[in-house]
Nanobody
Framework: VQLQASGGGLVQAGGSLRLSCAAS????????IGWFRQAPGKEREFVAA????????EYADSVKGRFTISRDNANHTMYLQMNSLKSEDTAVYYC?????????????????WGQGTKVTVSS
């Protein structure tokens, strides 16, 4: 499966952005999807994940209540709605896919990665 992330940009603290991840490939709807981020000088970290069916989601504690992950399997697109953004949310955001149904927080479980989209939150 191939993934293409988009929607990043510059936003003021307290603002919102919606990231998109377009998937392509014959079985693009057969994967659980995760969003990860990597800030300058830091390791890539888990942000959110969604089960194949879309019925189960997982979030990092730092984004709970502010971010919402969703997916539209019919259109092979996944989303990360980010509200109440903070300066510490500044990072390059990556969408990733793993075979199977489980929404995993473990970065090593994801074999397929998009190219990343940069989010900058100004304070």
């Amino acid at each position: 499966v191939q993934l293409q992330a988009s929607g990043g940009g510059l936003v003021q603290a307290g603002g919102s952005l919606r990231l998109s991840c377009a998937a392509s490939g014959r079985t693009s709807s057969s994967y659980a999807i995760g969003w990860f981020r990597q800030a300058p000088g830091k390791e890539r970290e888990f942000v959110a994940a969604i089960r194949l069916t879309g019925r189960t989601t997982e979030y990092a504690d730092s984004v709970k209540g502010r971010f919402t992950i969703s997916r539209d399997n019919a259109n092979h697109t996944m989303y990360l709605q980010m509200n109440s953004l903070k300066s510490e949310d500044t990072a390059v955001y990556y969408c990733a896919a793993r075979r199977g149904t489980i929404a995993s927080k473990d970065i090593s479980q994801y074999a397929y990665w998009g190219q990343g989209t940069k989010v900058t939150v100004s304070s």
